[in-house]
């Protein structure tokens, strides 16, 4: 290596610094210098010789060197050198054998290497002198050359010389002529020096190749005794290897004989231990099988008490308990049977055997309840005559409801105790005459009694458990069905088909068998009625009216002109009466010629023809009753064909108005069958009610029966394979409890991949999303074969959240392999603070995600600590223990079964804890948030929605739903609309619901209002009693508690009149009631009373007071002709709900089908939420209180009871509605914000799922650990309260990162918002979102202001949360930014504080705390923390009044909310104003508000340049600061004269030639800052700056003058910068702030630049006035307020010329003492703390204090 070294040296020196010698020099040199000492100087040398010489070489070069004969290109001999390489590679390969052998030994020749590199960097230092030298040479070659140059300018200038000038010339010419020579010598001295240097280089490297030469042949000789020496211990190495070798081998034989033998003897003690493990397993083996015996006996006697339990034999159960009894008595536990074994039997017997006696014990109860009840009503209802129907009405029921009671349980009357069988024979028949004795007085339809007797018999004597829920209230309406007016044309034809229908089918069956039998009658009556022309007519109304163009407009009119063309379903025309006749009668008695109609519907749509003739059939095997779609009907389905076919973008969503009853349903099963059928789509159908879902479902299976037939026949399509049974092509999800025991197999809990018609809820639709997600499927292929069709969109979209949070069960999962679930880390905290425990051993670290469980179970077991430290009766109302004995949490009176929240489970705890201190369970469910679902992100990913809803919403409810889902709308006319009576023109069929005439509601109008709660209620009783004789009456209150305060009034005013049973004639259908109580009084509600009591006959109608869920979807059927002759079913609300769409729902309880309905209005002080002030500004607004006498002045009037009725209450209730509608605007912009954060937030988690997805056990499982999976369940959990940029950032902060950790198991739910008891723990002081206002005195001295910023600073990152508001008030000054949630714009609110260090303001404490009292005065979301760094000292009679012309933006108080919100002042009308014309930001009209109602802003400051400059110069302010700005190296002064008053001159104050000036009564000012004096350090950044404190009134001039010139420039511009606390007029401007001056400086003599402005102070004579304000305000606080002031005045007195009486009076005025005085008085909580700093370090701990205190009371979130 070390030859290849030098000769590499020796190449360069050669090569690149003699590049011009000639070929045969090259020759000489390698024969010479390389190849001669290298092949041993012989160059005669063999081929192998060659190779064998260069070994120490690479390979590689060696064969570049020796390749082919030639050595650098030059050929010297030729040879085959793959021979010599084969063999080299073999020798290689020994010697790499023996060279692993010799390392050791080989250390001593690394040695001698190593000297030999030592000498030969001695060589390169001697090559590396040699190659300076030779560039000294080069650089005197290069002078050379510069001279030449020199010569070659001079001779040019010479011959651009002056002709004229000759004299000149020839000087020029001897001059050039002199230093020519001059330079042709030093160039001839300069070449000899370099010929000289370049010889004397020439020999030194001779020397220093001889020298090499020497020394490489020194090394050579070297190197050939290393390798003999080397050789020599190579082979006495290998020697001792062969040695060690023979040694090694017989050490290993002698070992492998001792393995031997040990192996013998470890297989002998081998067989011995498997013989004594078999020994043992077959005992093991024995005993399981004998336990496996006896747990069969036992499983046996355990199989015959269930038997007896589900044979219903009452005899037999008790014979089989006593039996079981005794063996359990008999039987002893066996000494070998384990504990385990033991423990299973002995639960699984108590189970079973605590069924079979609480079986027993229910039936014995149940049977003597139904004998007790016979035996009553056999003496009441077989001899009744019907006197007092009410007592046998209510005899029967507690008759009927025991048989269903007992039914219901599963005892068999058939297989009890023989001494019973007779009687129970007797009673079975005795019901069934004590039912019909009763009915047969109450039918007034002859021909139905024999159904009725049936319907009696199918239900008294129906076998056990077929009930199914079917009680009296259910048979009283079934025989109220069936008794039908016998004037009616069709009674005789419904009876017969009841008649044939109840024969086959379970009495639980029966209401929907007649109801539905009922409706398909009446519309059949209807099918020759409907007019094609009127159709089209009501359906282009509706587009004129609503002015709906475009592509709606053209789809409506082609599908109502196809419709008329094709002559309607049927093929029949408007005027062809003789045909629709025949068509009638074909309808009742040859309905299959019907159905043959429809083809001619085919030329239109062959699908949808093929779907009325389907649904026909479906309604005639059914119900033997033909069912044929309404125009309507068949329009609007037309109408959203043509939507799904047109391919539009604009309209990604058509929602079609259908009212109540006008077969919505119907409508929906159809087009899910078009949808498949044509479009070859699948379709998913969200409804808003699993129940109504449910039934739906089940009414149409059939028809997608026959889709999935028709599917078949066409073959597998695009859009996957075909299920191959039809259950499995249409399903219905939900829970399995929500259909009967044949839908049951149905109904599924999930959306399944191949079902092509799914009727489900949203959850479904969502959790269907949320699992592609996970999956990371392609959305795009999914939802584009996908149409979703909605169910009553408005409830779904308008009304409930557009986001939802879906959770996981994440109690399985296992941190660490060898640690607990999370559940059990869970419950084990659980028990140690259940038992008071230290849990610090259980604290686990931050990075965990156990930790966030430990910090989140301490606060909720707090709460359920408080909660069970309450009475039993408080529990009550907020849980209910359901049927396993679990606590169930109640909201708005209803019981919420299928909550879930870690709260409820800690609850849950707690209460087992309670009960037993060892539980037997070991885990508890704990729920993490990991996924965000936005509903319009998902539902816009569907190829097409269409929704069909019975009020579409207003205005703005709509304007929603364009923007959110890109929808239109049309509406679909109810059908009698349509309908004309050819034999009665005139006849009106459609009614809607109308005012309530004078009759009915007995007042001056049909609404009026009362001046309190207590007379409107007391009209509410006086319109129902009077309007109950005549009508049945329905009160819709506006909660549940108020349904509860009118149900106990009218109740007793008919006690106090003894008029009638009160709970008989008033009814309840509150939330609060149970689900049988609401069944019967909704029944009852529309029935007529007839009863006979104390010898006086009374009749009427009972009053039925409902919530507003009753007043929606609710059916109150009316069939009484003499009611409806009165105006039909009359509905009194107490209020006018808000959103148009529930008015609509109210007034559509009434005036259903055929029938008439009424309403009235009876308002009260408050009007659905808000005030009376404004419901009167809205009527005035409206012009609807020009009354003789307005409602103010009523209000005045001495008449404290007054009444007002409007002259047009429709414009009143139009005025409220209004209202309304700008209210929804406000909530939907709510709305709108949560959907643009949950559609970003959806986004983000479906990104990071698909980055982090894993699979467990068959489930999909997010891939996340540590912190990052904490970051994650924050981000799902307060996605709301995060800006769009922190959101981003935070998605990519954790896509970043990798998963760490094996997979997370997760089981899915929908998370339910909590109940309304735990919301109320939680909403106490800490649990509100917090706004904290900072108030900074930026006056305060540098130190003071950096610690003091420094401080905010962390105070904001750290301690304020992302959901609380915040906001930076400067004292003296107004709001640098107000009250912001710090979420929204973090970074920005960042900046601010930032940017907000200069020193600026004014000690104005008591007004700048005024401002911010009166900010949370208004202000009830949040709670309110007010932090004040001050040195409390207020100079308030040194302050000017604001001028708002100069900072037009404001912070005012809304009249229209109550709440401040940001302006702008229009017009200030000069300062000291009363009154300001402002605008504010969200609203385009100007307001005029008084101008104590307005906070400034900060104003405009310096911009950012002259900020930098002045802050590096270390300018400093004062109440009035001049600055001065240019930008050349010249030098500028500012001079500053004052006129004094009575003074004829200026009189000079400070310049460059006075630099600080003191004067009286504390005026002074100082020029701090002079640059450019001189032009030494000259800037081209200069600034100048002088500051003045103690300012007097009077007349200033300011003057510039340019004392230095050190720039070329003739003019540039400066600017003068005036910065002023004090009121200043300059010319006919007024400034308070800010002003700056532009000029030019000109250089010449006696430049200078002046003007003048006048100082004019103002302001208060003093501060009292204001302290008196500021105390007011405090002790009138209404709310709870946490002030914490940091006093700096220590810090100021050191350094302030204020006396000493100044600092105590100010510390006097505000303090602790005092504050916490006034505050006494107010009403809430108060938290005073003040911390009082003396110095910056102090200041900076007390702020750390500040941060302490934000920690302990942090917004309580989940």
């Known amino acids: 290596m070390l030859e290849g ?31 001669k000492p290298l092949l041993g100087g012989s160059l005669e040398c063999n081929p192998r010789s060659v190779w064998e ?10 064969r570049k060197l020796c390749d082919n004969g030639r050595i650098c290109g030059l050929e010297f001999f030729s040879f085959d050198i793959s021979k010599v390489m084969e063999d080299k590679v073999n020798n290689q390969r020994e010697l790499l054998k023996r060279t692993e052998e010799l390392k050791k030994q080989t250390r001593k020749l690394i040695e001698a290497k190593q000297e030999q590199a030592k000498n030969q960097q001695e060589l390169l230092n001697k090559t590396e002198e040699i190659k300076k030298q030779t560039e000294q040479a080069d650089e005197q070659l290069r002078k050379v050359k510069e001279l030449e140059g020199q010569r070659e300018q001079a001779a040019k200038s010479l011959r651009k010389a002056n002709e004229d000038a000759e004299a000149q010339q020839e000087k020029a010419k001897q001059d050039l002529l002199v230093a020519k020579q001059a330079a042709e010598a030093e160039i001839i001295q300069a070449r000899e020096d370099a010929e000289r240097q370049k010889k004397r280089a020439e020999d030194d490297l001779l020397n220093a190749r001889k020298a090499a030469e020497a020394e490489i042949i020194q090394a050579r000789e070297d190197a050939e005794r290393q390798k003999k020496r080397a050789e020599d211990d190579l082979l006495n190495a290998r020697k001792a290897a062969e040695a060690e070798i023979i040694q090694a081998r017989e050490d290993a034989e002698r070992q492998m004989k001792q393995a031997d033998d040990d192996l013998l003897m470890a297989k002998e003690v081998a067989e011995a231990d498997i013989k004594r493990a078999q020994d043992e397993a077959k005992k093991k083996i024995q005993g399981a099988e004998r336990d496996m015996q006896e747990m069969v006996s036992f499983a046996q006697s355990l199989v015959g008490l269930q038997e007896k339990i589900d044979s219903g034999s009452l005899s037999e159960l008790t014979t089989a308990m006593q039996k079981h009894a005794s063996l359990r008595r008999d039987r002893k536990q066996d000494d070998e049977e384990s504990s385990t074994l033991h423990t299973v039997r002995s639960s699984l017997e108590e189970a079973i055997y605590k069924q079979a006696k609480d079986t027993a014990a229910n039936w014995e109860i149940l049977w003597k309840d139904l004998k007790g009840a016979h035996k009553s009503a056999a003496q009441d209802l077989l001899k009744s005559r019907g006197d007092d129907p009410d007592k046998e009405l209510q005899q029967a029921g507690k008759l009927f409801n025991s048989l269903a009671r007992l039914n219901e349980s599963g005892l068999d009357l058939a297989t009890t105790e023989k001494e019973n069988k007779e009687h129970i024979r007797d009673v079975s028949g005795g019901l069934v005459d004590c039912f019909c004795k009763w009915q047969a007085g109450r039918t007034k339809n002859d021909g139905a009694r024999d159904v009725q007797e049936t319907i009696i018999k199918a239900a008294v004597q129906a076998e056990r458990k077929l009930l199914k829920g079917f009680d009296f209230v259910d048979l009283d309406n079934c025989l109220d069905l069936v008794d039908r007016d016998p004037k009616d044309p069709g009674s005789r034809r419904y009876l017969d088909l009841v008649r044939d229908k109840i024969g086959s089918a379970r009495p639980g069956q029966f209401p929907s068998i007649l109801s539905n039998l009922s409706t398909l009658l009446f519309f059949l009556d209807f099918i020759a009625k409907e007019r094609i022309d009127k159709t089209a007519a009501k359906f282009k109304d509706w587009c004129e009216e609503q002015k709906i163009g475009g592509e709606v407009k053209t789809w409506v009119d082609e599908a109502c002109g196809e419709y008329a063309t094709n002559k309607g379903l049927l093929g029949i025309a408007d005027d062809d009466f003789e045909e629709k006749d025949k068509m009638q009668k074909e309808a009742e008695e040859k309905q299959h010629l019907v159905i043959e109609r429809m083809n001619n519907f085919k030329r239109i749509s062959p699908e949808y023809a093929r779907i009325f003739q389907e649904l026909a059939k479906n309604f005639l095997e059914t119900f033997k009753v033909i069912g044929v779609l309404h125009h309507t009907q068949v329009v609007a389905l037309l109408t959203l064909a043509k939507f799904l076919a047109s391919g539009s973008t604009d309209v990604r969503a058509l929602i079609a108005q259908v009212e109540t009853g006008e077969g919505k349903s119907m409508v929906i099963a159809a087009l899910a069958v078009y949808i498949v059928l044509k479009e070859k789509k699948r379709v998913h159908v969200i409804g808003n009610n699993q129940r109504l879902s449910v039934r739906d479902f089940e009414s149409f299976k059939q028809l997608f029966h026959f889709a999935h037939a028709e599917m078949r026949k066409q073959g597998e399509s695009d859009t996957g394979p075909l299920p191959d049974g039809p259950e499995d092509f249409a399903v219905v999800c939900g829970s399995p409890a929500s259909g009967d025991d044949n839908s049951q197999k149905l109904v599924k809990k999930e959306i399944p991949d191949g079902a092509w018609i799914v009727y489900c809820e949203s959850r479904h639709v969502l959790l269907n999303y949320t699992k592609i997600a996970r999956k990371g499927g392609n959305f795009e292929e999914y939802y584009k074969e996908h149409v979703l069709i909605i169910d009553e969109v408005d409830s779904l979209i308008v009304d409930e959240r557009p986001t939802n949070t879906v959770a996981y069960d994440v109690s399985k999962d296992r941190i660490a392999s060898d640690g607990p679930t999370i559940g059990e880390f869970a419950f084990n905290l659980g028990r140690c603070l259940y038992a008071n425990s230290p849990v610090d051993e259980l604290k686990p670290g ?50 919420k079964s299928d909550a879930t929240s870690n709260l409820l489970e800690c609850i849950r705890l707690y209460d087992k804890l309670n009960q037993d201190a060892h539980p037997s369970l070991h885990s508890i469910p704990w729920y993490h948030p990991l996924f965000v679902v936005s509903k319009p992100r998902v539902f816009s990913r569907y190829f097409k929605i269409v929704g069909l809803s019975g009020t579409i919403g207003n205005a703005e409810e709509q304007l929603f739903l364009r923007s959110s889902y890109a929808s239109a709308f049309f509406a679909v006319p109810p059908f009698l609309k349509t309908c004309v009576d050819p034999q009665d023109t005139d006849r009106v069929l459609y009614h809607t619901t109308e005012w309530a005439k004078r009759k009915i509601h007995n007042l001056e109008g049909p609404l009026v209002v009362r001046p309190s709660a207590e007379l409107q209620y007391q009209t509410v009783e006086k319109v129902a009693f009077n309007a109950r004789k005549h009508v049945p009456v329905l009160i819709i209150a506006k909660d549940p508690d108020e349904v509860e305060k009118l149900i106990n009034l009218l109740r007793a005013s008919l006690r106090e009149t003894g008029s009638g049973h009160p709970a008989d004639i008033v009814l309840s259908l509150s939330q609060k009631e149970s689900a049988s109580d609401y069944k019967k009084n909704l029944q009852a509600s529309t029935r007529p009373m007839r009863q006979q009591r104390g010898g006086k006959n009374t009749s009427g109608w009972r009053i039925t007071v409902t919530d507003p869920a009753g007043g929606r979807g609710v059916d109150y059927k009316m069939t009484d002709a003499e009611a409806d002759s009165e105006g039909g079913l009359m509905v009194m609300v107490t209020h006018i709900p808000l959103a148009d769409r529930e008015w609509k729902q109210y007034l559509g309880r009434t005036a259903r089908q055929d029938k008439r309905g009424q309403y009235c209005v009876v308002l009260g002080p408050e009007q659905a939420g808000f005030s009376e002030s404004d419901l009167l500004n809205t009527w005035q607004g409206k012009n609807s209180l020009q009354q003789s006498l307005s409602l103010d002045e009523q209000r005045k009037s001495s008449d404290p009871e007054w009444c007002w009725w409007p002259d047009n209450p429709d414009q009143v209730q139009n005025d409220i509605l209004q209202y309304g509608t700008e209210m929804s605007r406000k909530q939907l912009e709510t709305s709108r914000t949560d959907y643009k954060a949950g559609f970003l937030c959806n986004d983000m988690c479906e990104r990071i799922w698909k980055t982090f997805k894993g699979e467990s056990d068959g489930r999909c499982s997010l891939q996340l650990s540590g912190s990052s999976y904490q970051q994650f369940v924050k981000f799902c959990s307060n996605y709301r309260g995060l800006s769009s940029e922190v959101m981003e950032s935070q998605a990519m902060n954790l896509l970043m990162q990798s998963p760490q950790f094996s997979a997370w198991q997760h089981y899915e739910y929908m998370q339910e918002p909590l109940p309304q008891g735990i919301k109320d723990y939680e909403c106490d002081k800490s649990s509100k979102p917090r706004s904290v206002v900072l108030v900074i005195d930026r006056t305060a001295d540098e130190d003071v202001r950096n610690v003091c910023f420094q401080q905010v600073e962390e105070i904001f990152l750290k301690h304020i949360q992302a959901s609380d508001q915040v906001s930076l008030y400067s004292l003296g000054e107004g709001w640098i930014f107000t009250p912001t949630v710090k979420s929204t714009c973090t970074d920005e609110l960042l900046e601010k504080i930032r940017g907000a260090k200069d020193w600026r303001g004014d000690t104005l404490l008591y007004r700048s705390l005024l401002h911010v009292l009166a900010y949370f005065d208004k202000e009830t979301d949040y709670s309110p923390w007010l932090i004040v760094l001050t040195d409390l000292v207020d100079l308030e009679q040194d302050v000017p009044i604001y001028d708002y012309t100069k900072c037009p933006k404001v912070f005012a108080l809304k009249s229209s909310s109550g709440r401040f919100a940001e302006s702008t002042v229009l017009d200030a009308e000069g300062l000291g104003t009363e009154k300001l014309k402002i605008k504010f930001e969200d609203e385009q009209d100007v307001a005029v508000v008084a101008a104590k109602e307005v906070q400034p802003f900060v104003g405009e400051g310096l911009d950012a340049e002259t900020k930098r400059r002045l802050k590096k110069a270390g300018a400093r302010t004062g109440q009035m600061t001049i600055s001065l700005k240019w930008d050349t190296k010249d030098d500028l002064d500012i001079h500053v004269y004052r006129d004094e008053p009575g003074g004829s001159d200026w009189r000079y104050l400070i310049g460059y030639s006075n630099r600080e000036y003191k004067g009286e009564n504390g005026f002074s000012c100082r020029l701090d800052v002079d640059a450019n004096v001189s032009s030494q350090g000259a800037t081209n950044e200069p600034v100048e700056n002088m500051f003045f404190n103690g300012c007097q009134a009077g007349k200033y001039k300011v003057e510039v003058k340019c004392p230095g010139w050190h720039s070329e420039q003739k003019t540039f511009p400066f600017k003068v910068i005036l910065r002023t606390r004090k009121i200043v007029r300059a010319g006919d401007e007024v400034i308070c702030g800010m002003k700056v001056w532009d000029g030019i400086c000109e250089k010449k003599g006696g430049w200078s630049w002046s003007n003048t402005f006048e100082l004019l102070g103002g302001g208060n004579t003093d501060n009292q006035h204001v302290l008196q304000e500021l105390e007011n305000a405090f002790r009138n606080s209404p709310r709870d307020m946490n002030l914490i002031v940091l006093d700096a005045s220590a810090i100021a007195e050191k350094t302030s010329q204020f006396l000493p009486e100044q600092w105590k009076a100010w510390r006097q005025n505000f303090s602790q003492q005092r504050v916490e005085e006034w505050l006494s008085s107010a009403k809430g909580s108060r938290t005073v703390l003040f911390l009082e700093a003396a110095d910056s370090k102090v200041l900076q701990t007390k702020f750390q204090e500040v941060a302490e205190l934000l920690e302990e009371n942090p917004m309580l979130a989940d």
């Open 53 to 62: 010489r260069t070994e120490r070489f690479p390979d590689e070069p060696r």
């Open 5 to 35: 070294f030098v000769l590499g040296v020796l190449f360069h020196v050669f090569f690149v610094h003699n590049f011009r010698q000639e070929r045969a020099l090259k020759m000489r040199f390698l024969k010479d210098w390389l190849l």
């Open 846 to 895: 931050i990075e965990s995600p156990l930790y966030d469980v430990f910090e989140k179970m301490q606060k909720y077991w707090k709460i359920a600590k408080e909660f069970f430290a309450k009475s039993e009766d408080l529990q009550k109302e907020e849980y209910q223990r359901d049927q396993y004995g679990a606590l169930t949490p109640i909201e708005n009176g209803l019981v």
